[in-house]
């Protein structure tokens, strides 16, 4: 069963602000959430992380509601650059230890 | 220094060589990881280093051999691919094998399988 569910793709012109939701129902209580950008042929890359309510760093938001079944992950006025794929990542316990598996990930294009 | 090395960049091998990818990163971290990345695929997980111990495998060919030297290193070990294990070969880490404070990823070896 897949962890974690999100678009699979969003276009967005220069300059808009962008929200990629990702959901997330089986969740476990002691899981954080952790956003990553992907470009091609690059490792993911770190965007931001929290457990819940909102976080914010230079770069984006991460909103995380009560319940910790969903989250959003802002990036405020997107330019050309921030075209590439994010995913969103929860933990899975397996044999007492944690892998993360990732999602499909959302590929966001963004026009100029 | 708060990078995950990876070598080498790029690789072509044939079927019946041996070859090794590395990875090495010198934060601290507890955990290591192998990803294999398909073109337009989400990373797989392959296996997982938890304290220099192998904590996870996801079911990988033996073909595919994971060695972890020290706290530092990690090494995948190729033998007899097949073309279909072309790909990019992602390493990372994270402080502790649960992660919870992220986890840095390489820029990934592409493997080619000829």
């Known amino acids: 069963l897949a962890k974690t569910t999100q678009p699979i793709s969003m276009d967005s012109y220069e300059g808009q602000e962008v929200n990629i939701t990702c959901s997330h129902n089986?969740?476990?209580?002691?899981?954080?959430i952790t956003w990553y950008q992907q470009f091609p042929s690059q490792g993911p890359r770190f965007i931001i992380q929290?457990?819940?309510t909102k976080v914010t760093n230079e770069v984006a938001s991460l909103f995380i509601p009560a319940d910790r079944k969903s989250s959003t992950l802002s990036l405020p006025r997107v330019s050309l650059s921030d075209t590439a794929v994010y995913y969103c990542?929860?933990?899975?316990?397996?044999?007492?230890?944690?892998?993360?598996?990732f999602g499909t990930g959302t590929k966001l294009q963004v026009i100029p | 220094d708060t990078e995950v090395t990876q070598t080498p960049k790029h690789l072509v091998m044939g079927m019946t060589n041996k070859k090794s990818l590395k990875c090495e990163q010198h934060?601290?971290?507890?955990?290591m990881y192998w990803y294999k990345q398909k073109a337009k695929k989400p990373p797989e997980l392959m296996f997982v280093?938890?304290?220099?111990?192998?904590?996870i495998n996801e079911s990988v060919p033996s073909r595919f051999s994971p060695e972890c030297p020290n706290s530092s290193l990690l090494n995948l070990h190729l033998h007899a691919l097949q073309p279909e294990d072309s790909a990019l070969y992602l390493c990372?880490?994270?402080?502790?094998?649960?992660?919870?404070?992220?986890?840095?990823f390489g820029s990934g070896t592409r493997l080619t399988v000829v």
């Open positions: 990372a880490s994270s402080q502790d094998n649960r992660g919870n404070y992220g986890y840095t």
């Open positions: 934060m601290g971290h507890r955990a």
């Open positions: 990542l929860v933990g899975d316990e397996s044999g007492g230890y944690q892998k993360v598996t």
């Open positions: 929290g457990y819940k």
């Open positions: 089986n969740i476990a209580t002691n899981d954080y």
């Open positions: 280093y938890s304290y220099e111990k192998l904590s």
